[in-house]
């Protein structure tokens, strides 16, 4: 949905804009639904970092041979500009980076692990959803 769109609750309910949360939110349950649908099993949803600067991550899965993935869900109306796969650029890396980094410090000991980014592409019954597995990784683990 676009940022002007509006969502409709139910029978004579007020027309309320939709909010930039709730569209990522939607997003992320469908990308959750397409991964559970495909054997990923949800770990952790919308893992932050403390402190400022850090990093969140939206979806921590794992896979059935035991790999730790971490998943970045991006939404986009059109591919201009590169479209959705393409909004993930090196800052945003680096701190899907750090956040791992710090998730896996509490674990007792590390599992092989990656980072996925699924790109939904669209909106309304117009999407496209792309998996992107290994999209980009985090050398010096």
Request: net charge positive; glycine share 12%; aromatic share 6%.
């Amino acid at each position: 949905m676009s940022a002007g769109s509006i969502a409709r609750q139910g029978q004579g309910a007020a027309e309320r804009p939709v909010s930039t949360r709730q569209r990522g939110d939607a997003a992320e349950d469908r990308a959750l639904a397409f991964l559970q649908a495909r054997g990923l099993r949800l770990l952790r949803r919308h893992f932050h970092t403390p402190g400022r600067g850090g990093g969140e991550i939206d979806l921590v899965m794992q896979a059935a041979d035991g790999t730790v993935v971490f998943v970045e869900v991006r939404q986009r109306r059109s591919r201009v500009h590169g479209g959705a796969a393409a909004s993930v650029g090196g800052v945003k890396q680096r701190r899907l980076i750090f956040a791992a980094r710090h998730y896996l410090s509490r674990l007792p000991s590390m599992p092989p692990c990656r980072f996925d980014v699924v790109a939904i592409q669209g909106e309304g019954g117009d999407e496209e959803i792309e998996w992107i597995e290994a999209a980009f990784t985090a050398d010096g683990w």
